[in-house]
């Protein structure tokens, strides 16, 4: 007999780029830290793939010379339902500081996930979205 979980939802966490920094923020977005969120691993794991996106996102950006505002990547995690309990999927939302001219913003965020190391180690689903 198969052992069924019900999923539950991990953070949200929240990486704040502005100006040259990254900040991270634990449920509340208004409330920054410079350190990411250690309590759970689960949390430091997708404090792990907002950071990465930030980077991946700055090197883009940096060699398409494109200038970015600040902006801010919310990470949620689900849980699995079935053993070995795991994050099963984590959505990715990407929000202010990037534009959208003939479809800029996604190809950028395009290049972003396919050199972001982190989430491309992750044997997950990752679903990558923006406003």
Excluded: W
Excluded at 55 to 76: G, P, R
Excluded at 81 to 107: C, H, N, Q, T, Y
């Amino acid at each position: 007999m198969k052992v069924k979980f019900k999923s539950k939802t991990i953070g949200p966490v929240f990486v704040i780029k502005k100006n040259q920094e990254i900040r991270y923020a634990l449920l509340d977005v208004s409330k920054p830290t410079r350190f990411p969120p250690s309590e759970k691993p689960s949390q430091t794991l997708l404090a792990s793939v907002g950071a990465c996106f930030v980077k991946s996102i700055d090197n883009v950006a940096q060699k398409q010379e494109l200038e970015l505002e600040e902006f801010v990547i919310q990470v949620k995690g689900f849980s699995s339902i079935d053993m070995p309990v795991r994050i099963a999927k984590i959505i990715v939302l990407i929000s202010g500081g990037l534009f959208d001219k003939l479809g800029e913003k996604k190809l950028l965020l395009m290049e972003a996930k396919a050199i972001c190391t982190v989430s491309n180690t992750l044997n997950c689903e990752i679903e990558l979205d923006h406003d």
